[in-house]
């Protein structure tokens, strides 16, 4: 089992040498431990409901009895499913979430400052390290803008779904009719892309040659094939295509160094592979990116009718207070359930 193995490596007395190597490692064995757990209590659930069904039809266990053990592993099963919608490749990730105030002065501003504050209590209530990385204030009251790093497992997963354009409507403090006023701020959710990539070369897909290296002849020929030829056949985790990646070096008359200055430049371009794969990604989000205006919404927060609700999904609630107190799971829940594995219209 691949969790076993990876806990074996963890045992090695040389594992935190490569501090950046060895914390790969732990997110990968704490995702599937979490895999693991959880299969095991869908699986621990629904044996105890057989067994209180059984019970029941006996005579020895209440309808309620098993009623309630229902509702539980529905619950269990519903999580499960929830987490596999969580399978793109940058859903384990940390996020980088920015806020911008719309147009509107004191009011957008501080409805900025509102959603901060909402964002800052969810990573708080999942024990996420939540740090403002910059922060620009609003000269009366509120933000223009902040972004933030919130740093965990699976935090740009649940909150991808943020992306887009945020509506509050209420009778503004900062208006002295005491008017209903329309506010928008947008929010843009990224992944923490961090330098712990882990470039791996499959030493079956290497193979070298050698070839002599110099001038045209003279003293200059060089005499032994201190040159080095590699080819690399990768394969694209991503598009699973085949290609031969080709590197000469001849740097030095020292074949050994030439050996290691070529594997240099091949981790080089498997690193810059990534890292275009991975803006890539992040271009498609941006792309979805809309407008800080009216129709553009993805969630309208109205105060007064004590009543948010997502325009995507229609999952709505009238626990306002709760949802400003940063309890968005269930926003997040249905967003990923309905779009989950697919870019939301």
């Known amino acids: 089992?691949?969790?076993?193995?990876?806990?074996?490596?963890?045992?090695?007395?040389?594992?935190?040498?490569?501090?950046?190597?060895?914390?790969?490692?732990?997110?990968?064995?704490?995702?599937?431990?979490?895999?693991?757990?959880?299969?095991?209590?869908?699986?621990?659930?629904?044996?105890?409901?057989?067994?209180?069904?059984?019970?029941?039809?006996?005579?020895?266990?209440?309808?309620?009895?098993?009623?309630?053990?229902?509702?539980?592993?529905?619950?269990?099963?519903?999580?499960?499913?929830?987490?596999?919608?969580?399978?793109?490749?940058?859903?384990?990730?940390?996020?980088?979430?920015k806020i911008n105030a719309g147009a509107g002065g004191t009011e957008a501003q501080d409805w900025a400052q509102m959603l901060m504050r909402m964002y800052m209590r969810y990573g708080e209530n999942h024990k996420y390290k939540v740090t403002i990385s910059d922060l620009l204030e609003a000269d009366d009251a509120g933000i223009k803008s902040v972004t933030m790093k919130i740093e965990g497992d699976y935090a740009f997963g649940y909150l991808k779904g943020e992306n887009g354009v945020h509506r509050l409507v209420r009778v503004s403090p900062y208006n002295a009719q005491g008017k209903r006023m329309t506010s928008f701020a947008s929010v843009f959710v990224t992944p923490l892309i961090d330098d712990s990539i882990e470039i791996v070369v499959e030493q079956s897909r290497l193979s070298w040659d050698t070839f002599r290296s110099g001038g045209a002849g003279g003293q200059n020929v060089n005499k032994v094939e201190s040159g080095v030829r590699l080819r690399y056949q990768y394969k694209d985790p991503y598009t699973g295509e085949e290609e031969e990646i080709l590197i000469e070096n001849t740097e030095t008359r020292d074949q050994p160094k030439n050996k290691e200055n070529a594997l240099r430049l091949l981790k080089s371009q498997l690193y810059d592979r990534e890292m275009r794969h991975r803006m890539e990604e992040q271009n498609k989000i941006e792309a979805g990116k809309m407008k800080i205006e009216w129709g553009s919404q993805i969630r309208s927060y109205v105060f007064d009718d004590r009543r948010v609700k997502d325009h995507r999904t229609n999952y709505q609630t009238s626990n306002v207070q709760a949802v400003m107190d940063g309890q968005i799971d269930e926003f997040l829940k249905a967003f990923l359930m309905e779009f989950g594995g697919k870019k939301a219209e």
């Open 1 to 97: 089992m691949e969790a076993n193995e990876l806990e074996e490596k963890t045992q090695d007395p040389q594992f935190w040498n490569d501090p950046k190597a060895a914390e790969v490692v732990m997110k990968k064995m704490r995702e599937l431990k979490a895999w693991i757990n959880g299969y095991k209590a869908a699986e621990n659930a629904g044996n105890d409901l057989q067994v209180l069904f059984d019970f029941a039809k006996e005579g020895e266990a209440s309808e309620e009895e098993v009623d309630a053990q229902y509702a539980t592993t529905l619950d269990i099963v519903e999580e499960l499913e929830f987490k596999n919608m969580l399978r793109e490749e940058a859903d384990s990730m940390s996020a980088v979430l």
